[in-house]
C-alpha cells in the first residue's frame, strides 16, 4: 500500500528557492525533476534510507539524497503518510528543519 505524501508548507517554499536560486532555468526544473524522482523512491521504500544521525527520538526521521544535486529530502513516516519536512542543502544550516517534526 502506498502512503499519502505530505509537504510541510515551508519545505515547499524552500524547494522554489532552490529552483530559482540556478540562474539557468533548465538546471533549476532538473532540480524539481531529481527531487520528485526522489520522493518516488521514498514512496516505494520509505524506510530504505538510514535515520538522521543524531535524532533519537520518534518519529525516525530519514533523509534520501536528491541525485545530481547538494540536496536531501527530510522526511518521516507515520501510520498514514509519509511527511516530508524540508528539502535540505547540504552545506546549509544543518538540522535548522527540526522544529517542523511533529511528535
Partial sequence: MTLAQREHPEARAELRVGANW???PATGQELLDATLQARRSIDEMP?????????????VVRRKGVIGFPYGVIYYVTVSEIVIVAYAHEKRRPGYWKHRIEA
Fill in 47 to 59: 524506510g530504505a534510507w538510514p535515520p538522521i544521525r543524531g535524532w533519537d527520538r520518534e518519529p
Fill in 22 to 24: 540556478y540562474e539557468d
